[in-house]
């Protein structure tokens, strides 16, 4: 069974996100790159299913070449070989799908894993996409995922409580957060991911139309939320909700 | 002249009040507003949206008769070319997530997810980087899908009641199905229309302090229980409680957040509060910077106080 795990490079989810004074973007210099913390949960169910199934587990990223490190984590935490689509340029979710529809033809993996969202632009588009490009089914914000006899099940987390959704074989599934928890990467993966092979693939040379469709236009910090009273005690707190907020 | 496509959302035969926010964003746009139910037995859901739209249409096919991604968005792709939309719009509920980014690239359409309001015709915005920036996105292909924050549009007005036109839907060969759904079953009223939600973190120390503290206070209030996603993650509380931008994004008239530290992915999930009350014995803890009553104290002391003292000004 071959599975396809992309991986995105983002901010840290503890980096405290700040705008560049000409608000045409945000800050990067200082800030810790990680891999997107959903795909690192695709790569970890990945690799489960790669433990009972067989068969192989190959990462892909879409970026600079400093998405390398990201691609080495999942080698190190057990991934077999990467695939690094070099980009330096803008992407909509569109051209994202596009890219990977490319790529998956040529892979021809039975299972596209990804993370629900990137942390990042929080879009969530890019997995639904690449579904209908292939004519695949999908199942989105995985809980729970059982693959057999040519058909993955997939436990989703949905409003209001759990769906299960049957998609045959090859499906794109996507990683939510209680999917699993992803391991640390050993030292000896570590020593091995640097020997694993990692192919290089020009954007130029996959012949596709990535022109924005969606295009962010500007940043801006949310209105802060003005920050209101201390109150001394309970009979305070009530008495104020009561005539001040009218909350109760 | 913009023409809107409103995908329905509804469940057990009702309208998923969600579906408004989209209506609500589209009139915002102005033009001519369709609204498309699929199912099976759905005359009852395309009742609820006359008074919104001009014209609903009704697709009804076995094929559709559950909601799945794959041939739910055939149909809508369908239907929004048949009618010529410019705006294909739904509620960013779970179900829409799923769901409309295929209909945008069917439509070969860019998308604006999640979005918390509308600049123009093809100018949106919306929250990213878990709710710390927000983005102005302009969508510039001919057709836009859009989804919308729910909590960030007021319901639309009612308006004379449109007309109901059955559309042939085609939903196509489909690689997946729907097997069943496992509703989380409470007397509570639900995290998404809660008018108070009373919510609980680590300061809890454990899902004990969920029984004796953040339970006898909801029930006083006639609440629904929130919880961070660190006490989630540890298992202290069901999973589908978690308000953040990893969980429900909610807007109540009252939020009180109980040993919440405020993690920023927590705020993003709450802050659009009317009003919110902080309880929690650190000072500094970042929730206290949005919460518009703060009160520093330990809370398995103060909780029991104040759910009584409610209980009084209730009675």
Same mark, same amino acid.
């Given at each position: 069974?071959?599975?396809?795990?992309?991986?995105?490079?983002?901010?840290?989810?503890?980096?405290?996100?700040?705008?560049?004074?000409?608000?045409?973007?945000?800050?990067?210099?200082?800030?810790?790159?990680?891999?997107?913390?959903?795909?690192?949960?695709?790569?970890?169910?990945?690799?489960?299913?790669? &433990?009972?199934? =067989? /068969?192989?587990?190959? +990462?892909?990223?879409?970026?600079?070449?400093?998405?390398? !490190?990201? $691609? @080495?984590?999942?080698?190190?935490?057990?991934?077999?070989?990467?695939?690094?689509?070099?980009?330096?340029?803008?992407?909509?979710?569109?051209?994202?799908?596009?890219?990977?529809?490319?790529?998956?033809?040529?892979?021809?993996?039975?299972?596209?894993?990804?993370?629900?969202?990137?942390?990042?632009?929080?879009?969530?588009?890019?997995?639904?996409?690449?579904?209908?490009?292939?004519?695949?089914?999908?199942?989105?914000?995985?809980?729970?995922?059982?693959?057999?006899?040519?058909?993955?099940?997939?436990?989703? &987390?949905?409003? =209001? /409580?759990?769906?299960? +959704?049957?998609?045959?074989?090859?499906?794109?599934?996507? !990683?939510? $957060? @209680?999917?699993?928890?992803?391991?640390?990467?050993?030292?000896?993966?570590?020593?091995?991911?640097?020997?694993?092979?990692?192919?290089?693939?020009?954007?130029?040379?996959?012949?596709?139309?990535?022109?924005?469709?969606?295009?962010?236009?500007?940043?801006?910090?949310?209105?802060?939320?003005?920050?209101?009273?201390?109150?001394?005690?309970?009979?305070?707190?009530?008495?104020?909700?009561?005539?001040?907020?009218?909350?109760? | 002249?913009?023409?809107?496509?409103?995908?329905?959302?509804?469940?057990?035969?009702?309208?998923?009040?969600?579906?408004?926010?989209?209506?609500?964003?589209?009139?915002?746009?102005?033009?001519?507003?369709?609204?498309?139910?699929?199912?099976?037995?759905?005359?009852?859901?395309?009742?609820?949206?006359?008074?919104?739209?001009?014209?609903?249409?009704?697709?009804?096919?076995?094929?559709?008769?559950?909601?799945?991604?794959?041939?739910?968005?055939?149909?809508?792709?369908?239907?929004?070319?048949?009618?010529?939309?410019?705006?294909?719009?739904?509620?960013?509920?779970?179900?829409?997530?799923?769901?409309?980014?295929?209909?945008?690239?069917?439509?070969?359409?860019?998308?604006?997810?999640?979005?918390?309001?509308?600049?123009?015709?093809?100018?949106?915005?919306?929250?990213?980087?878990?709710?710390?920036?927000?983005?102005?996105?302009?969508?510039?292909?001919?057709?836009?899908?859009?989804?919308?924050?729910?909590?960030?549009?007021?319901?639309?007005?009612?308006?004379?009641?449109?007309?109901?036109?059955?559309?042939?839907?085609?939903?196509?060969?489909?690689?997946?199905?729907?097997?069943?759904?496992?509703?989380?079953?409470?007397?509570?009223?639900?995290?998404?229309?809660?008018?108070?939600?009373?919510?609980?973190?680590?300061?809890?120390?454990?899902?004990?302090?969920?029984?004796?503290?953040?339970?006898?206070?909801?029930?006083?209030?006639?609440?629904?229980?929130?919880?961070?996603?660190?006490?989630?993650?540890?298992?202290?509380?069901?999973?589908?409680?978690?308000?953040?931008?990893?969980?429900?994004?909610?807007?109540?008239?009252?939020?009180?957040?109980?040993?919440?530290?405020?993690?920023?992915?927590?705020?993003?999930?709450?802050?659009?509060?009317?009003?919110?009350?902080?309880?929690?014995?650190?000072?500094?803890?970042?929730?206290?910077?949005?919460?518009?009553?703060?009160?520093?104290?330990?809370?398995?002391?103060?909780?029991?106080?104040?759910?009584?003292?409610?209980?009084?000004?209730?009675?």
């Amino acid at each position: 069974m071959k599975f396809l795990v992309t991986v995105k490079r983002v901010t840290d989810y503890e980096a405290k996100i700040k705008l560049k004074a000409d608000k045409s973007g945000i800050v990067t210099d200082g800030v810790n790159m990680i891999m997107n913390p959903f795909d690192e949960i695709a790569v970890e169910e990945a690799l489960r299913q790669k &433990e009972k199934h =067989g /068969g192989e587990v190959v +990462v892909l990223s879409i970026g600079s070449s400093d998405s390398v !490190a990201q $691609l @080495r984590s999942a080698l190190a935490m057990g991934a077999d070989r990467a695939i690094l689509v070099k980009n330096d340029g803008e992407l909509d979710a569109n051209g994202v799908a596009k890219i990977l529809q490319k790529i998956v033809e040529k892979e021809a993996p039975d299972v596209v894993l990804m993370g629900k969202q990137a942390i990042d632009d929080d879009n969530n588009q890019a997995a639904q996409m690449l579904a209908e490009l292939l004519g695949w089914g999908q199942g989105t914000f995985a809980n729970t995922i059982t693959i057999d006899g040519g058909n993955a099940t997939i436990v989703r &987390e949905a409003d =209001g /409580g759990l769906e299960t +959704v049957k998609c045959s074989l090859p499906c794109v599934i996507t !990683a939510d $957060l @209680r999917l699993n928890e992803p391991r640390y990467a050993s030292l000896p993966g570590i020593m091995k991911a640097k020997k694993k092979p990692l192919d290089e693939v020009e954007l130029s040379s996959l012949g596709l139309n990535t022109t924005l469709k969606v295009k962010v236009v500007g940043y801006e910090e949310p209105a802060a939320k003005q920050a209101g009273q201390k109150v001394p005690d309970v009979a305070t707190l009530v008495h104020k909700l009561k005539t001040e907020a009218k909350a109760i | 002249m913009a023409t809107h496509l409103i995908v329905a959302e509804h469940t057990g035969g009702k309208l998923v009040k969600a579906t408004l926010a989209a209506v609500s964003a589209a009139q915002k746009v102005g033009g001519t507003i369709h609204a498309i139910v699929l199912g099976q037995g759905i005359g009852d859901v395309a009742a609820e949206l006359a008074p919104f739209a001009a014209t609903v249409h009704t697709a009804e096919h076995p094929g559709v008769k559950d909601r799945a991604a794959q041939p739910w968005a055939k149909v809508i792709a369908d239907a929004a070319t048949a009618i010529g939309a410019t705006h294909v719009w739904a509620a960013a509920t779970g179900a829409g997530k799923d769901l409309m980014p295929r209909v945008a690239i069917r439509l070969d359409a860019g998308m604006a997810s999640d979005i918390s309001a509308v600049v123009n015709d093809s100018t949106f915005k919306r929250p990213m980087w878990a709710g710390n920036i927000t983005g102005t996105v302009a969508v510039s292909s001919a057709t836009k899908v859009i989804t919308v924050r729910p909590t960030e549009f007021a319901a639309p007005a009612a308006g004379a009641a449109g007309t109901i036109a059955a559309f042939a839907a085609d939903p196509g060969a489909s690689k997946m199905s729907f097997v069943s759904f496992d509703a989380v079953v409470s007397d509570r009223p639900a995290l998404s229309d809660a008018r108070v939600i009373v919510a609980g973190g680590r300061g809890l120390k454990g899902p004990e302090g969920f029984k004796t503290i953040v339970e006898p206070m909801a029930d006083v209030l006639s609440a629904a229980i929130g919880a961070s996603r660190a006490v989630c993650d540890a298992g202290w509380v069901p999973n589908d409680w978690q308000v953040g931008q990893t969980g429900k994004v909610v807007a109540p008239e009252l939020y009180i957040a109980i040993g919440i530290s405020g993690a920023i992915q927590h705020v993003a999930g709450m802050k659009g509060s009317k009003c919110i009350v902080a309880i929690n014995k650190e000072p500094e803890a970042p929730i206290f910077q949005v919460a518009d009553y703060g009160l520093v104290a330990d809370l398995f002391k103060v909780c029991p106080e104040l759910t009584e003292a409610l209980k009084a000004a209730k009675a």
